[in-house]
């Protein structure tokens, strides 16, 4: 039944084993091939000690034992995937409930799905809904806004994939001028930002709908000379 569903998947995707990858994971069958006992004995041994959950504690034994970095980005689509309310905790429904929906029920299995999950990221749509759910994820329980380190480590992190030219100038330039917590509306229009507006700002419209502290932003890089000539200049050939 799996070899027929892989194979399925394979001719789906025209023969291209990322797109293959996508194409089984996304079928109802593998769903099915969860056992219920197994995950609950992975859940067991990731629980925290003194409450129902999953705490820092145990995903750092997770990464451990999937022999990746805890601050590895792959563990944001882990969460993702789980639908985790917050960073560093998976309730007992969202673990399960994620491993279940990726067909996941051991660590054999987790391991295997993990260079799935990185090649998510290079999808378009994937990689933004990532983006929009890392907000609410990182972000401190019961408040609106995004502490601003923490904002600024998620964006390095994301956009070390996307490989957005002005993130570092971005980050330095709310260090020094904004210093306050980033709010989603910020946080959802830097990706349409960093997406659409070129790296040398030529089809920057100033008159457009961008939140003020994108508009200060390109403020702050015209006023520091860091766009010149309609580009970007490039720090490292100046030393």
């Not at 969460?79 to 067909?103: P, R, V």
């Not at 609410?136 to 923490?150: H, M, N, R, V």
């Amino acid at each position: 039944m799996i070899e027929k569903v892989a194979l399925h998947a394979l001719k789906a995707s025209d023969w291209h084993l990322e797109g293959a990858f996508d194409v089984f994971y996304s079928q109802p069958q593998i769903k099915a091939f969860t056992d219920s006992r197994h995950l609950e004995e992975l859940y067991s041994r990731y629980k925290d000690q003194y409450v129902d959950m999953i705490m820092a504690d145990g995903i750092s034994v997770l990464c451990n034992d999937l022999q990746v970095d805890p601050q590895d980005i792959v563990m944001l689509v882990v969460s993702w995937h789980m639908k985790a309310a917050t960073m560093c905790e998976f309730s007992k429904q969202e673990f399960i409930g994620g491993l279940q929906a990726l067909g996941i029920d051991s660590l054999e299995k987790f391991r295997e799905r993990i260079q799935f999950m990185r090649t998510e990221l290079k999808d378009e749509q994937k990689f933004r809904e990532i983006y929009n759910f890392a907000f609410g994820w990182a972000k401190e329980k019961g408040q609106k806004s995004l502490a601003l380190d923490t904002a600024i480590g998620m964006w390095q992190l994301l956009f070390a994939e996307k490989q957005w030219a002005l993130v570092d100038h971005w980050c330095q330039f709310l260090q020094a001028r904004h210093n306050k917590a980033i709010s989603r509306d910020t946080w959802s229009q830097l990706l349409e930002f960093a997406k659409t507006v070129d790296p040398s700002l030529s089809n920057y419209d100033a008159e457009g709908a961008w939140p003020y502290l994108i508009d200060e932003f390109v403020e702050y890089l015209n006023e520091n000379n860091i766009i010149q000539k309609g580009q970007p200049i490039d720090w490292s050939q100046k030393r």
